[in-house]
């Protein structure tokens, strides 16, 4: 299959796309309401995406938006911008002013943004450091926080040293101030089950793979062992790497 489809259930979809189609096997979330439905990034772009959303929707507008820009997490989004698409659907631009202008995050990257989906409100937070857009999304409804390339199990490549600090102490606090976490999802997986081991890049076999879900408490492992200075930190689940 060229994309793996779970319901967390009735109204929150878990596609992955497969390992055969793109190494990078990056996750996509869609979440839906009763009015919009959030398709939380479209792939790589190397295999049709469009049809299966459609065929999960039951008539809401469709929010296209991303975790960040990288071409793993927007490669699909001309499928969604062609004039053709038979549903009402906006896409999000990539650039950090057109994320914060489309969800009213005026004071980026410090802001918390809700957006109401109908009858589901979504929290967006601003966490560059990968990437300069970044965002995360906390749902209210099943408490889980989508975390993209931020936080998973696997390598988290940082560009930013002093932004990624920032945003995952911010991630940190959001959870402590009272908006509890049932599990953080993030966009891949590149660890095996054997703690801090990894996959070689490019791999397009994950034997014996970490599971997606990570406890809130790698979230706040994480900021705890960022210190001032970029340095690789390997931890059971997860691999820090400054770039």
């Known amino acids: 299959m060229d994309h793996e489809v779970q319901r967390y259930d ?12 793109n190494f990078e096997a990056p ?7 009763t009015e919009r439905a959030l398709l939380l990034d479209t792939g790589t772009g190397h295999v049709p995406l ?9 008539g809401q507008q469709l929010v296209v938006a991303h975790t960040h820009a990288h071409g793993d997490h927007v490669g699909g989004d001309a499928e969604f911008a062609e004039a053709i698409v038979p549903i009402p659907t906006e896409v999000v631009g990539w650039t ?11 004071e980026w990257p410090e802001g918390v943004a809700q957006f109401d989906l109908g009858d589901r409100v979504l ?7 990968h990437h300069a857009s970044h965002i995360a999304v906390y749902d209210r409804a099943t408490r889980l926080l989508f975390t993209g390339d931020t936080v998973y199990p696997g390598r988290l490549y940082v560009a930013d040293w002093a932004a990624f600090r920032a945003s995952v102490s911010r991630l940190a606090r959001f959870v402590a101030a009272g908006n509890p976490v049932e599990w953080v999802l993030g966009a891949h997986i590149e660890l095996t089950t054997r703690p ?13 793979e970490h599971e ?30 400054p770039v």
């Open 196 to 208: 801090g081991e990894d996959y070689p890049m490019g791999a397009t076999e994950h034997p014996d």
């Open 27 to 33: 996750f996509l979330y869609l979440l839906l309401g």
């Open 10 to 21: 009735e109204r929150t979809v878990i596609i992955r796309q497969g390992l055969h189609t």
């Open 50 to 58: 469009r049809p299966l959303v459609e065929g999960l929707l039951d």
């Open 96 to 106: 950090a002013p057109e994320v914060a202008a489309f969800f009213g995050l005026s």
């Open 123 to 129: 929290d967006i937070i601003p966490i560059p450091g």
């Open 212 to 241: 997606l879900r990570l406890a809130p408490a790698v979230l706040a492992e994480l900021d705890a062992v960022l210190g001032a200075e970029p340095e690789r930190i390997v931890r059971d689940h997860f691999i820090v790497y």
